[in-house]
C-alpha cells in the first residue's frame, strides 16, 4: 500500500491551509483571508518522528453552494474524503458551530473513515476554552482545539492521526519518479490534459481562467516508468495579475518549473502562439529543464496545406530560443495524439541528463574549428585548448580558451549547434561556461 493518506477538510476560511502547511513544514498551500482560495486539492508529504504520510488540503465544502466553483470545491473536498485513510475535519472556535459544520459532520459520519475533529483558532494557552465543549454536539468525539497560526496542539493532532494509520511494516516506499510540469497561460488546457491522463476529475476544469490556483501533484505510470504530474495555475502578464492570489499563483507556478524535470509547455492552438507564451517558456530555458512544447485545441483548428507547419514555425519563431525542443499537436479533450506525450517527455529527459566523455567532446569541437576557424580581433585568434562537460541537468560544458574576450556569442552558438548534430540533445538547453587560461598553464 501507498503512505497513508490525511485529508484536511472543513467549510471555507476556518483555517485548513494555515493546518496543512503547519504539518508540512512549509508555506506550499495559499494562506489568505479571502474564503475558497484554495480549490484544488493540494498534496504534499510530511514526516513526524519517522513516521511519513501524505497530507492532501482541500477547497472548503459548502455543501448548500449553488456557485459553480463551490459546487466543483465540494466534490474535489468529496474525491480528497474518500481516498483518505484520516480525515481533519477543520472548525472554527470563533465562529462557534454552524448549520454548515453540522451538514459537514453528517456527511463526514457516512464516510465511515477515522474523522478527528480540529477546534482551529483557540490562540489562547492555557486551559481548553469554554467554547470548544459545543463541538461535542457534532457526535464526532473528543474536539482537538488548536492554533494552527502559532503551532499549539497540533502536535496532538498528528499523533492522533498516526493512531489510525496501518502499521510501517505494511507501507511501500513511494518512488519519485519523473516531475513533469505542465504550464502555460490560464485557460490552454493544462488541467483537462492532466485529467485526461489520470481517467478522472483530478483538477477543476471549467472555462474560466486562472480556475487552478495552485500547483498540484499527481502520480502516474506509463510504460512502466514512474512519473509525477505537476498541474500548474495559468501564468498571466504581471501588469494583469491584480490580485494577491494570483500573485501566490504564479510564484507557485515558477516553483514547479524549478523542481521539475520535464516542462510541458502548453500553447492554445486556438488563440495563437503570444508574447506570454514566451516568457513561460523563457522560464524553462533559464531554469536549465528538459522541454516539450503541446500544441493543445488541435482539434478546433481548420485544417489546411501545411497548416500543421506554419503552426510549427510560428511558435518557433516567437520561441527562438527554444526551438531544440520538440512541439506535438494534442487536443487535451479528445485525446488526439497524447499517447506521443510520454515517450518524448521520456526521450527529452534522458537528452538531458546526458553526459559526454572529455575525449569524444573534444573531438567533436576539434572537427568544429577545423570547418570553420574561431573568430579573431586585431590580429588575436581564439583558441580552445579544451573542453570537459561540468554538469547534467542541463548538460553543461566548460570551454578553456585563451581569450574569453574572444569567444562571441555566434560562435559558441555554431558549436552548440555542432554537439546537437553529433549527440543530439533535443529538448534540453546546452550551457557553456568559458573559462581563460594562458598557454603557459597548458
Known sequence: MTKPVVAVVGRPNVGKSTLFN??????????EDTPGITRDRIYADAEWFGRTFSVVDTGGIEPAGKDIIL????????????????ILFVTNLREGVTASDSEVAAML?????????VVNKADSPGETPVGVYEFYALGLGDPYPVSSLHGMGVGDVIEAAISFFPPESCADEIETGIHVAIVGKPNAGKSSLVNYILGENRMIVSNIPGTTRDAIDSA???????????DTAGMR?????????????????????????VAVIMIDADTGVSEQDAKIAGYVHEAGKASVI????????????????????????????MTYAPMLFISAKTGQRTDKL??????????????ISTGMLNEVLSD?????????DKGKRLKIYYATQGATKPPTFILFVNDKELAHFSYIRYLENRIRETFGLTGTPIRFIIRQRSEKQN
Do not use: H
Open 237 to 261: 502578464r504581471k501588469n494583469r495579475i491584480d490580485d494577491v492570489i494570483e500573485r501566490y499563483s504564479v510564484m507557485r507556478s515558477l516553483s514547479a518549473v524549478e523542481r521539475c524535470d
Open 71 to 86: 459546487r466543483e470545491m465540494f466534490l474535489q473536498a468529496q474525491l480528497a474524503i474518500d481516498t483518505a485513510d484520516v
Open 342 to 355: 510520454f515517450p518524448l517527455i521520456q526521450n527529452v529527459y534522458m537528452q538531458n541528463s546526458i553526459r
Open 368 to 376: 568544429a574549428m577545423e570547418k570553420v576557424q574561431p573568430p579573431s
Open 22 to 31: 503547519k504539518i508540512i513544514g512549509q508555506r506550499l498551500s495559499i494562506v
Open 220 to 230: 502516474v505510470v506509463r510504460n512502466g516508468q514512474d512519473y509525477v504530474l505537476i
Open 294 to 321: 503541446a500544441v493543445n485545441k488541435w482539434d478546433l483548428i481548420e485544417k489546411e496545406t501545411n497548416t500543421m507547419q506554419a503552426f510549427q514555425k510560428n511558435v518557433y519563431d516567437t520561441l527562438s530560443f
Open 109 to 117: 459520519q457516512k464516510s465511515g473513515k477515522p474523522v478527528l475533529l
